[in-house]
Structure formats: C-alpha cells, structure tokens
C-alpha cells in the first residue's frame, strides 16, 4: 500500500461523498420543508440517467443528454409532485411511505415497459476520457474529478440560493412556519412543487453523471436511496449543510473502510479470512457509523430547527 | 350478534375465508393454492408482529427483516446440523446438537430474536419518527451484511433445509397439514395480540404512542412500555421466520435485507395500520396481485403500483379503514 494508492482512493471516496450529496440534498430539502417521506427519490435518479443515455445516445452529445436528465427529471418530480404528492402533506408518515413506495413501482415498472431489462450504456464525454496528472504523483480519472467538481459547485449554489436569495429566504421560512408564510401572501403550493422540482433535477444530475460510470437500468436508484436516507439521518433531516457532511463522511468512510478493512485485518488474520471479514466489515461500516451518531446525537449532526 | 361491528364481521369473514379457502384446493386437489394460502398466512403472522410495534405504540421498524431472517437462520442452522449429525457447539462439556423438532426450533428462535430485540430495541428508542425508522434500517443491515459474510451457513448462496422440520410426529411436507400449523400459530397469536391490545399493557402502549409525557406524568416510564412491545413484536415476527424457512425449505440472506423490512411493513399499512386484522388482508391481497398478475402480465409490478397508490389516495386508515371505518372508541 503506497501513499499514491491511498490517496486515489480518497478521491474515490469524494467523487462518491458528492453523488450522494446530489441525491441527499432534495431529500432532505423535501423533508425539512414539505415533512415528506420521499421513498421515490431513487426513482428520479433513474430517470436522469435514462433521460441522459437516450438523449446522449440520440444526438451524440453527452452535455446535451446532461442537460435533458435535469429537464426530465425536474418535470417528472413536478409532475409527481402536482398528481399525487401534493395529496400527501397533511397525511401520516406511513401513507407517504406507501404512497412513493408505489411511486417506485409505477415508475420501475413503467420504465421496465418503455425500455426492456437490458441495460444501456453511456459512455463518458471525449473531452474526459483521458486522465489527467495530478502534483505529478498519479493519474486521475478526470471525469471523476468533474464530478466532484459538480458536487461542490451544487453545493456552493445551494447555500447561496438558500441563504442569499428571494427564494431561499421563502424555503427557510416555508421550512418554520407554513402557515405564517402562506398568510404573508406566498404561493406555498408552487413554492412546494419548486423545491420539489429542484430536488428531482438534483437526483436526475447525480443519476446522469453516475450512469457513465455504471450501467443504466431500471432498479438502479434503490440502493443509492437507502445511502441518502443514511446520509440525511447523519447529518440532521432538513440540513443541507449536514447533508454535506453526512455525505462526506459516508463517502469516505464506505471507500475508505473497503480499502484499508482488508489490510487491517490482514496484520491479525491469514490472507483468506481477513479479505472476506474485511469486505463485511466495510459493507457494515456506514451503519455502524448511522448507528453510533444516532446513539449518541438521536437528531443527527445539525439538528435543522430543533 | 347485534353489537358487533363492522370490522368484528369482517375478521370472522376473513377466519372462515383462511378456513374455507385450503379447503375447497385441497377438495380440488390443487396443493399449489394451499401453499400460495400459506405464505400468505405466514406473511400476515409477520406483519402482526411489526402491527403491533406499529399500529399501537407508533414505532415504524424498517429492520424487522432482522428478526424474520433470525427466525428463519434459527430454523435452517438447527435442521442443517441435525441432518448432517453434526454437533453444533458444546460448552462446558455439555453438547448442544441441532434439531429438527418444530417445538424445540420455535422457542429458540423467540429467544434468539428476543435478546436481540433487546439490544436494538434499546439503543433504538433514544431516537423518534424518521430517526427510529432509519437506526433499525442501520441494524438489520448490519445482521444482513453479516449473513452474507458468514460462510458456514452459506453466505450469500443461503442455507438449503432438506426435509421439512418436524411436528408431533404429523407429516409436515403436506401441504394442507404444514398449513394447519401455520394457521392455528395465526390464529393464537391474532388470539394473544387482542387480549394485549385490551390489557393495561396495551392501554399504556397506546398512551406511549400518543402522548408520552401524560403517560409519564400518571407514572409509567414510557421507555419500558415500548421496549416490551418491541421485543414482542420482533419474536412473533421471528415466528413466522422460521415457518417460512420450513415452507420454502430455504434460508437466504434475502430474508434479512431492507426490501423485506420494506414489504412487511407495506402489509400492515395496506390492511390497515393497528387494525388486529390488517396484516392479514394487506399480506393476503399483496400476494393474491403478485401471484394473479404475474400470470397475467409481466408489467404486474406497474399495476400493483397503482393499486396501491389508489389504496393511499382514497382509502384512509388501509382496506380495513375502507370497509369497516375509522376506529370507534368504545
């Protein structure tokens, strides 16, 4: 194990930390603001990364099909949001457990129809398929450093939406009081579909990006939903800063643990049993993680507004 | 029979239906229904015990994969090490072997399940609401990954039961008799889950999962109270663990993974959340979709979707809720 090695896995681990900060950030967003359970959030995530390989693979250009994942991912999310959604604020968390669990039916479903089982591909952009020298140590994939990249640039815009702008300002008071903010005037129902909107175009980007990385296929977004759900747990529902943070030390941790596990354990144990140990142990690691921050902060790292 | 309600017609409808139905298959000599009757008895006797977590103290588990996989691991190491006459561990000199006895592999697999209950029951119920669903994901993953790494029972590939456990000497492997067993362990546990609902017990759970400060104040520490109900929610659950390793024959870390947590609660919520019946119509008509559809058409996920959906939208309180009501508070 060399420094160079590690130090590759830990751009890795970011470039992974940020794609669970794109798919973090509307769920928590939908949760802190509209107290929605949105189990169909990974489902959005799919249909950026269908909307990306379809268009990409029509036209040729992967922007354009980057480009297409935000606009069918947001309309779907607002489409979602009008048509059903919207019926579900005032109820129960379970109803809206079952309600977008459905949604994930419907949408996977549909998409299995549409699409067939196999999956497409979509191939990285010309422009990063080569990778790039980094301090003259390693060469880097430099499509996985503009995905990090995105990342911060998402969460940059984010906080100066939030904290900087007209609608930002509604967000945070909509998040507060609902009813205070829809007697001062504002439409809390398009602001409600907005958030919603942005949140589908955020799961659509991460969606799109991580399908050239992966195959695109229908179930695709399930696994990646449970890790946002650790992700804003950890963090603190409603936070986007925890967001950050909790997809920061998810990504690093889940990489790293994978990485370094095995080694560890192979200081103690023969080769054999130390690699299989290892590789649970770093599967377990994330909610082991979840789980002692809970213990220990039951309302994760930032607690949005008590 | 003049004051009984609604929802007392349609449980004891529902009885006769569980009774009538194996019945006219066996009459028609289709063992296939008789076991398609089956796993939606054992899939209900699940979902009775997370209704009971659910529906009356308000803790929403998304882990109780976690004891549903331990009851069925219980069941699958037991037989394995009986069938191969292997010793399974000795201590103190005392040998411990496996068994195939239903009656032995039962209350381990509740004892089992509830010590482990225990410990994430504990930790768990620091935390509320969204928290509490997520940090009882946290732990069945654990239990999950755990299984897939442990290689003397089969790691990822599961644990094959060759023959099916034995009890009091009845033949198991027929499907209408295995199916006797399944429903009379329902039918007392639905028996067990009413009289909790109507003790003191129940009372106060209720209370824990309305107003947690006014049960305190009358001086019931609420943190008890939810653990119990916990614990016994996760061994009825473990229960029908190890019935479904019985009728499948098979064991597999797939019975302890959050799609599983994830199904046994839309069971409860389908039928109704808290009603004493709900997990049996949910379970029931999630399975009778899976299996009709899935004949009819392969896109059946797409229209069990929108059943569902529909079942949200405009039936408040689950299919109970539809026919029988809002809750009466006599």
């Known amino acids: ?306 | 029979m003049a004051n009984l309600t609604i929802e007392h017609k349609l449980n004891i409808f529902l009885v006769l239906l569980l009774l009538v139905l194996p019945a006219i298959a066996l009459i028609l000599d289709e063992p296939f229904y008789i076991t398609l009757a089956t796993k939606v008895v054992i899939l209900a006797l699940a979902g009775v015990g997370l209704n009971l977590a659910l529906g009356l103290g308000g803790l929403g588990s998304f882990g109780h994969a976690a004891f549903f996989g331990i009851g069925g691991y219980i069941a699958g190491i037991l037989a394995s090490h009986s069938l191969n006459a292997e010793l399974m561990f000795s201590v103190l000199g005392v040998e411990f072997d496996g068994t195939t006895n239903m009656l032995l592999i039962w209350p381990l697999a509740l004892l089992v399940s509830a010590l482990v209950a225990v410990f994430i029951g504990y930790f768990s119920l620091r935390t509320k609401g969204v928290y509490f669903i997520m940090i009882t994901l946290a732990f069945a993953q654990m239990i999950y990954y755990f299984a897939i790494a442990w290689p003397a029972y089969g790691g990822e590939d599961g644990l094959s039961i060759y023959v099916r456990n034995q009890f009091l000497g009845l033949n198991t492997l027929d499907p209408i008799i295995f199916y006797g067993i399944c429903f009379s362990l329902l039918m007392s546990v639905l028996l067990l889950v009413w009289r909790l609902k109507n003790s003191h017990f129940g009372s106060a759970l209720q209370a824990a999962r309305q107003n947690e400060q006014r049960l305190a104040a009358v001086g019931i520490p609420p943190f008890g109270i939810k653990l119990t109900a916990f614990v016994i929610s996760a061994m009825i659950t473990a229960l029908a663990g190890a019935l479904f390793a019985d009728l499948n024959r098979f064991v597999s870390p797939d019975m302890l993974s959050w799609h599983t947590s994830g199904e046994i609660m839309i069971f409860v919520i389908l039928g109704g959340v808290g009603r004493l019946f709900g997990p049996v119509v949910g379970a029931g008509l999630f399975i009778l979709f899976e299996y009709f559809l899935g004949g009819l058409t392969e896109h059946w996920a797409l229209f069990l979707g929108i059943v569902l959906l529909a079942v949200v939208l405009f039936a408040r309180g689950g299919l109970v809720g539809l026919i029988a009501g809002e809750v009466k508070h006599d």
């Open chain 1, 1 to 306: 194990m060399t420094a160079i090695l590690l130090l590759e896995q830990l751009l890795n681990g970011l470039q992974f930390a940020m794609m669970l900060f794109l798919m973090s950030a509307g769920l928590t967003l939908v949760f802190g603001v509209m107290g929605l359970i949105n189990l169909a959030h990974g489902v959005l995530y799919m249909v950026g990364a269908f909307a990306c390989a379809i268009i990409a693979g029509l036209t040729g250009s992967f922007w354009l099909g980057l480009l297409a994942s935000l606009v069918a991912a947001a309309m779907a999310g607002a489409l979602v949001e009008v048509g059903v959604i919207r019926k579900l604020y005032r109820r129960d968390h379970l109803d809206q457990v079952l309600a977008t669990y459905a949604l994930i039916l419907i949408f996977s479903g549909g998409t299995r129809w549409l699409f067939g089982a196999f999956p497409l591909y979509l191939d990285v952009p010309q422009i990063l398929s080569t990778p790039v020298n980094l301090f003259g140590l390693l060469d880097y994939s430099s499509y996985r450093l503009f995905i990090i990249a995105v990342g911060i640039a998402v969460a940059l815009g984010l906080y100066f939406l939030i904290a900087r702008t007209r609608l930002g300002m509604r967000i945070r008071a909509g998040k507060s009081d609902r009813e205070m903010i829809a007697a001062l005037g504002v439409d809390i129902r398009t602001l409600y579909t907005l958030v919603f909107a942005l949140g589908a175009a955020l799961a659509g980007l991460a969606g799109a990006l991580l399908g050239a990385l992966q195959s695109v296929e229908v179930g695709m977004g399930d696994s990646v939903l449970i890790l946002a759900f650790v992700v804003i747990v950890i963090g603190g529902i409603g936070s986007i800063k925890g967001a950050f943070i909790g997809a920061l030390l998810v990504g690093l941790v889940d990489t790293m643990g994978r990485f370094l596990l095995p080694y560890l354990f192979a200081l103690v144990l023969p080769p054999d049993s130390a690699a299989s140990i290892g590789g649970a142990l770093s599967s377990v690691a994330i909610y082991i993680l979840m789980a002692v921050i809970l213990i220990v902060k039951p309302k994760g790292l930032i607690a949005a507004n008590g």
